[in-house]
Structure formats: C-alpha cells, structure tokens
C-alpha cells in the first residue's frame, strides 16, 4: 500500500529550525516529484517547495526562498525540508505530496497526513 508519512514537525521559537521528512513506503520515490504544501488555520493550501525525481530541480515559494531547502535521499525513499529562520506565519500543517513525473507538477497524486509546525515564543 501506497503511503506517505511525514514527521519532524513541533513547536519552535521564531527563528528557529526544524527539519521535516517524508517518508514513503510501498513504492519507490525515484520516479516520483515530490512538493511540499502548508495550511494554516482559516487559509488557503499553498504549495512551499517542490523537488524533481531525480533532485536536480527544485522549486520555491517567495514567502520561503533562502530560508526552506528541499532535498531527497532515494535511497531512504525519504524527502526533507529543511526550515530556518522560521517565522510565525510559517506555523500550519506541512503535507508532503508525490507525482508520478519527472519535474515539478501543480497537481500531485498522493498525500501525507501531515505535520505540525508552530512557530512561536
């Protein structure tokens, strides 16, 4: 069965750091784009960062550049956010998500539950 688990999520003080997972069993991620989404309370799903199968692309919203690195290990089947310098407005529910494609795509297949992070003193 197909799944994706995501972790690493918690409460943090504003600029500080959390890394997420995702972590995919049942299938392999090789050949599978992966992107990360957040939703916070009373908003919109927005997409964060996307990464291609094979990790030499990568994608990411303004509200994140220079602070969020996205990055795949195929061989742990697992991809990661790394999140710095984190703001209160980063606080929501991370999900991560897969597509059967090369690149970067705006729709995805398969989801996560998700993850909380909270982002405040």
């Known amino acids: 069965q197909l799944q994706l688990v995501e972790s690493g999520g918690g409460l943090v003080q504003p600029g500080g750091s959390l890394r997420l997972s995702c972590a995919a069993s049942?299938?392999?991620?090789?050949?599978?784009?992966t992107g990360w989404f957040r939703q916070a309370p009373g908003k919109e799903r927005e997409g964060v960062s996307c990464?291609?199968?094979?990790?030499?692309?990568?994608n990411y919203a303004d509200s994140v550049k220079g602070r969020f690195t996205i990055s795949r290990d195929n061989a742990k089947n697992t991809v990661y956010l790394q999140m710095n310098s984190l703001k209160p407005e980063d606080t929501a529910v991370y999900y991560c998500?897969?597509?059967?494609?090369?690149?970067?795509?705006?729709?995805?297949?398969?989801w996560g539950q998700g993850t909380q992070v909270t982002v405040s003193s």
């Open positions: 990464i291609s199968s094979s990790g030499d692309s990568t």
């Open positions: 998500a897969v597509r059967e494609a090369l690149g970067c795509s705006p729709e995805y297949d398969y």
């Open positions: 049942g299938f392999t991620l090789d050949y599978y784009a």
